[in-house]
């Protein structure tokens, strides 16, 4: 028991990071990716504490995973809003119509 905060609690608070940021991008929300890069920074402290180099570069690599995974989502999101004003400037009637309907209706 004496031995719960020996890295300041640090560990600790990276495990609840890493559960809050699986259940971001489980109910599909990107901020899970920059929560596990906090969380994958918060390891590599932890890893620096105890000279564990394999913790260090395991999220070290995991930190640049998730850098990515943000990026590509923010890109298609982009996209997505691109899209959406290209096709509303072509079809406004269609678009407020639309707009309409899901405002109702979201299913």
Known sequence: ????????????????LNFLAVYLLGVQNKTGFL???LANLSWVSVGMMTGSYA??????????LNSLG???WHKKQQRKHEKSLATRNR????ARLLRRRTA????
Not at 2 to 15: S, T, V
Not at 55 to 64: E, P
Not at 104 to 107: A, C, T, V, Y
């Open 1 to 16: 028991m004496e031995r719960l905060f020996d890295f300041y609690g640090i560990d600790w608070f990276a495990m609840a």
């Open 35 to 37: 929560i596990f890069i």
């Open 55 to 64: 913790i260090v570069a395991g999220n070290l690599g995991f930190v640049a």
């Open 70 to 72: 943000f990026w590509r």
């Open 91 to 94: 079809f406004p009637v269609l």
């Open 104 to 107: 109702r209706n979201p299913f």
